[in-house]
């Protein structure tokens, strides 16, 4: 069965660093999204991204997030500039379409650790 | 945007069945309800989604009664593998963002 791969499974970077995580959606999915977890809560949405550009983004999303799909196999998330808040798990999913038979299959995340 | 509202928490034995009810009260024409499991340190993995009425597949099965105000998801004959936290989610047709709430989290018990 195809997967969302996710890469590192692990950074650690200093505050005030930019990160960016990696992600390849599934090969015939159209619909991408980020999402995060910090420890202990529940998972948030970030943003979702379709025909490379911003679908729609929560109140997280701020001007230090932003999202790429630089060729036809990479979906990344850049943070700016991290905060100690920004530490979490980071997860990419993708959906083939926006229908109702259409699930989002998720990646096993970037755990993000900002010293 | 419609809300959803499950109990946090859950114990059961294996080989029983378990039934966790969600409560999303103001859920509109256009939402599906979506229900998806988390293994700690992995991402979200779907179980099933449905409009009305019953769903099964070989995982689970899903209960939604007319009204859709409510809806119950249903693991028959869980073993510990099953343990887990289980995500009720109302997919917006319109974005496609699903909205997470706290999750149930799944004790299964030998």
């Known amino acids: 069965e195809p997967e969302v791969t996710q890469t590192p499974s692990h950074q650690v970077t200093q505050m005030g660093q930019e990160v960016i995580l990696r992600c390849v959606p599934i090969?015939?999915?159209?619909?991408f999204y980020w999402y995060r977890q910090i420890l202990g809560q529940k998972v948030e949405f970030l943003v979702s991204f379709y025909n490379n550009e911003i679908s729609e983004k929560s109140e997280i999303f701020d001007d230090q997030f932003s999202v790429e799909r630089p060729d036809g196999s990479n979906f990344t998330l850049k943070i700016r500039s991290t905060k100690l808040e920004d530490s979490a798990m980071y997860f990419c999913a993708s959906s083939e379409t926006r229908d109702k038979n259409s699930p989002l299959h998720f990646g096993n995340g970037t755990r993000l650790t900002v010293t | 945007l419609a809300k959803t509202t499950q109990p946090i928490s859950m114990d059961s034995y294996e080989g029983q069945e378990v039934n966790i009810t969600c409560s999303h009260n103001?859920?509109?024409?256009?939402?599906?309800i979506t229900w998806y499991q988390q293994f700690p340190s992995q991402g979200p993995r779907f179980i099933i989604q449905g409009y009305k009425t019953k769903v099964t597949n070989e995982v689970a099965s899903l209960f939604i009664p007319a009204d859709r105000k409510s809806s119950t998801l249903s693991l028959p004959r869980v073993s510990l593998s099953d343990t887990a936290v289980y995500y009720c989610l109302v997919f917006f047709r319109n974005t496609g963002k699903l909205i997470f709430g706290q999750g149930t989290t799944l004790q299964v018990k030998p």
């Open positions: 090969s015939n999915h159209l619909y």
């Open positions: 103001n859920i509109a024409t256009n939402d599906y």
